[in-house]
């Protein structure tokens, strides 16, 4: 499965962090070998980055609490392609997790009159009431739809995704997604009708009822920026080959993180391609694990 992209949309949840004691005896033994340092962007990079408005350190479970091991799937999903090879089709997806609002991207859809879909949570809602304005002057360009209400996987299972404490029941992965609706329509916001959970996996149950609640969910085909980690040239590189049909996700809500910048370059590169770029409400959208249909 592929490492996941959201290290900058994981839930905001207390810190439970296990003091390290030193061993007995001095002088210390020989260390072992070190082993290689993850990957930029990889998950327990992603999870071990504690940067302004990102990451915070996963609430471990209860001693006495069971973790389960559900299958979990992340889900892809595409838009119908143009079929035109001067103009490809291609839907820019952006998440706002927590922290604050980018200005270069932001500034660069408004601007170049780009449309996108935006995904928010509660908690960057009550954080941003400056970028909810723009939203609202803009609805022309965006979709604004639900991230959920504090960041937290919508598995209906007690288990960690990442090291992160999923909503754990029914009742709570509930409780994501209404109350991640409910801030939207507080903020002036209509109802959504796409929901994308953090981490952007889910089981089969918490599936079922998500689309019970009447949404679809948005996975994704293109992953942008690796969740903000990327550096600027890697994450122009990366949404600039976009192909017809492409579902891009990345993130509206770190701008102090390089990738920002290589996302705003991107998105003047696809204009220059004469991309056509279309919301989720534009277009049909076909996702796999049951999301869309």
């Known amino acids: 499965m592929r490492h996941f992209l959201f290290s900058v949309c994981l839930t905001l949840l207390p810190l439970a962090a296990a003091a390290q004691t030193a061993p007995a005896g001095y002088p210390p033994k020989p260390a072992p070998p070190v082993q290689a340092a993850p990957k930029q962007g990889t998950i327990p990079q992603a999870a071990a980055q504690l940067s302004q408005g990102a990451v915070q350190a996963p609430q471990k479970a209860a001693p006495s609490q069971k973790l389960a091991s559900p299958k979990l799937v992340e889900p892809r999903l595409n838009v119908a392609r143009s079929g035109v090879a001067a103009s490809p089709r291609v839907a820019l997806t952006f998440d706002a997790c927590m922290g604050q609002a980018d200005e270069r991207i932001l500034s660069t859809l408004v601007r170049e009159r780009i449309p996108a879909t935006i995904f928010v949570t509660a908690r960057w809602l009550k954080k941003n009431p400056q970028a909810i304005q723009v ?60 929901f994308r959970g953090s981490t952007a996996k889910y089981d089969a149950s918490a599936i079922r009822q998500i689309r019970d609640m009447g949404y679809r969910i948005a996975g994704y085909s293109l992953n942008g920026d690796d969740g903000s980690l990327l550096g600027a040239g890697a994450a122009e590189r990366k949404i600039s080959a976009a192909k017809d049909g492409d579902v891009v996700i990345a ?8 990738a920002g910048e290589g996302v705003a370059r991107a998105l003047l590169a696809l204009k220059k391609r004469g991309v056509e770029f279309v919301r989720l409400s534009d277009v049909e959208g076909l996702g796999n694990d049951d999301t869309t249909q």
């Open 251 to 258: 993130h509206i809500n770190q701008p102090t993180h390089a």
């Open 135 to 194: 939203f609202l002057q803009n609805l022309d360009l965006f979709d604004i739809e639900n991230h959920g209400q504090n960041h937290i996987p919508a598995v209906d299972v007690p288990t960690l995704i990442y090291g992160i404490a999923a909503a754990g029941s029914p009742e709570a992965v509930h409780q994501e997604v209404a109350g991640g609706a409910s801030a939207m329509q507080a903020a002036g916001f209509a109802a959504p009708r796409w």
